[in-house]
């Protein structure tokens, strides 16, 4: 459990992260999306103590985290792949971290079979490839088999199969009735990942809804071959196709009903699905820093 | 085991583990080698030439002048131990296993001063075991005095790695607090010996003997209240070094 309370970060004039409350509940995945310098891995550096917050508290299982004395135990966090001594090999990046926890070396060796790095773990962590990183990064994360998984971006490198991989374990460690946060850009990911999701536009909250009520469209759609009168008789549709018209605010039902009573022909009808990617972009068109501009 | 102990297992590991830590070792013996052989074989010529006594020149003599290079490569090592954590960022990862600031520094003072301690008494006994013979019958070797010298040599090593790694805590960037230690040890009395005279303060010529380098050579040179002003300033700046990364964001 991660709680958020009026939660500010200002670096000079920008504010990244707006008086943000949240809190992430165990036994969901959490998805946290926002533009480029939404705030999201600011929010996260607070949350594991990197960086002091401007004003606002976080707590992690209810405590501060430099009040944690074996930190890993409660949070496992992957932040930076790539911020790993190149020099050393993942294993011993492993150990090292292993040991400022009290954990045993066959506990590095699980993690890095868990996450396919055991034959690579002897290479310097600087050959790694940006998937690799990420295994590893992962590997450190589960390392103190924590209650509470946070990644920024976990997925951002991984091949077709890891993407898949690391999507099963983060629905696995929440169904263990782990608390899950993880942030990411790819919205189709998202979608089939989280349980809720949390947006953030210029460091503030956006949008916190379950990921179902962000795919629930508003309205039906509706297909036949001679819809005019439906059109006329439906105030508020629009033609959305040829021999397509979309309906906000009825359900299918009424919709069906109406068809009936005008004696017409419907080939299709059903409610609108939006992707994630529309309702997102939607949500944060007006809290885009870094847009391109046509 | 206590959090202390766990954080410095945990930094030990990462030192003995990086193959630079021992190419650091390994310069500084190759460099003190070098300069104690080349400085025994003079001393030895010139005293040939002079005619001077046997039995006049201490064993440990020509190893304590080829020290200060010794003080510079090691103490790039303790420094480094805190800058290339910013600089590959792993200090994210240092930080997020041990949130407390204070002990994180504390574990790898104790680890850099104990590391650099036993390597510099190694260093040490190997200089003066490959120099003295070079000084044939000028040598004056008492195994009592030569041990107390070697391990005065190592804690004075360790207490400049120590210095160095509050330095590098405290400025982040390697080149930065190499800079700063480069003044501390060589620049600072140096100037403060120039600026004696024409200002017309003698205390300057005191106040320099007090800065780390020249209080690390009195220390070598046998006066022990040195080796405390020499702790002290590497107290001072492992303390600064632990004020600095508590105040700022990692
Ligand atoms: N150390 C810092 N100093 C100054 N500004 C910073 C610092 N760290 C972050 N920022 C600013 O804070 C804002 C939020 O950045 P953050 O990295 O949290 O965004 P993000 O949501 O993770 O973005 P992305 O999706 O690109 O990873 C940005 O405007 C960024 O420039
Ligand atoms: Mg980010």
Redesign the pocket.
């Known amino acids: 459990m991660i709680a958020l309370d009026r939660l500010t970060k200002r670096?000079?004039d920008?504010t990244?992260?707006d008086d943000l409350t949240l809190e992430l509940t165990p036994g969901v995945v959490t998805g946290f999306l926002?533009?480029?310098?939404?705030?999201?891995?600011?929010?996260m550096r607070m949350i594991l103590g990197l960086d002091a917050p401007t004003s606002g508290t976080v707590l992690v299982d209810g405590r501060r985290y430099r009040d944690l004395t074996r930190p890993l135990h409660t949070i496992g966090a992957l932040l930076d792949a790539r911020a790993v001594h190149p020099a050393r090999s993942g294993r011993d990046h492993l150990r090292a971290v292993a040991r400022s926890q009290g954990i045993g070396s066959s506990r590095v060796e699980e993690v890095l079979a868990l996450t396919g790095m055991s034959e690579a773990a002897r290479r310097r962590a600087g050959t790694y490839s940006l998937g690799m990183s990420q295994r590893l990064g992962i590997a450190g994360a589960l390392l103190g088999d924590p209650g509470v998984l946070m990644l920024?971006?976990p997925v951002n490198g991984l091949d077709p199969d890891g993407v898949r991989w690391i999507r099963t374990l983060l629905r696995s460690l929440a169904a263990e009735g782990r608390t899950v946060f993880v942030?990411s850009?790819l919205m189709s990911e998202m979608e089939r990942t989280a349980d809720r999701l949390v947006i953030?536009g210029r460091?503030r909250l956006i949008a916190d809804e379950l990921t179902e009520r962000l795919l629930a469209g508003d309205g039906v759609r509706v297909r036949g071959p001679h819809l005019r009168p439906l059109a006329d008789a439906l105030p508020g549709a629009r033609w959305t196709g040829p021999g397509e018209l979309t309906v906000p605010g009825l359900t299918g039902e009424q919709v069906g009903r109406k068809a009936l009573e005008l004696g017409l022909v419907i080939s299709e009808l059903g409610p609108i699905g939006t992707s994630l990617e529309d309702s997102y972009l939607h949500l944060t068109a007006s809290s885009t820093?870094y847009g391109a501009r046509p | 085991m206590t959090a202390l102990t766990r954080a410095a297992a945990a930094e030990w590991l990462k030192l003995r583990t990086l193959r630079s830590t021992w190419w650091f070792l390994g310069g500084a013996l190759a460099l003190m080698l070098l300069v104690a052989m080349l400085d025994a074989s003079d001393t030895a010529a010139a005293l040939r030439a002079q005619g001077g006594a046997a039995g006049s020149v201490d064993a440990a003599a020509p190893a304590m002048s080829a020290l200060p290079w010794a003080r510079v490569v090691l103490g790039a090592l303790g420094l480094l131990v805190m800058t290339s954590e910013f600089a590959t960022r792993s200090i994210m990862v240092t930080l997020a296993c041990t949130p407390s600031r204070t002990r994180l520094l504390l574990a790898k003072a104790c680890v850099v001063v104990a590391a650099v301690f036993a390597a510099g008494v190694v260093l040490a006994a190997l200089t003066v075991a490959a120099s003295a013979p070079l000084l044939g019958e000028y040598v004056d070797l008492d195994a009592g005095v030569l041990g107390g010298q070697l391990l005065t040599m190592g804690a004075h090593l360790a207490l400049v790695a120590a210095l160095a790694l509050g330095l590098g805590a405290l400025v982040r960037r390697s080149a930065g607090a190499l800079t700063v230690l480069f003044v501390l040890l060589l620049v600072l009395p140096l100037v403060l010996q120039e600026a004696a005279d024409p200002l017309g303060a003698e205390f300057l010529v005191t106040a320099a003997d007090f800065t780390p380098g020249p209080a690390a050579d009195r220390f070598m040179a046998g006066e022990s209240v040195f080796g405390l002003v020499l702790a002290g300033w590497a107290v001072v700046a492992v303390a600064a070094g632990a004020w600095a990364l508590r105040a700022r964001?990692a």
């Open positions: 670096y000079g920008t990244a992260v926002g533009p480029n310098g939404a705030g999201k891995s600011t929010t920024d971006e942030s850009h953030l460091g820093e | 964001d």
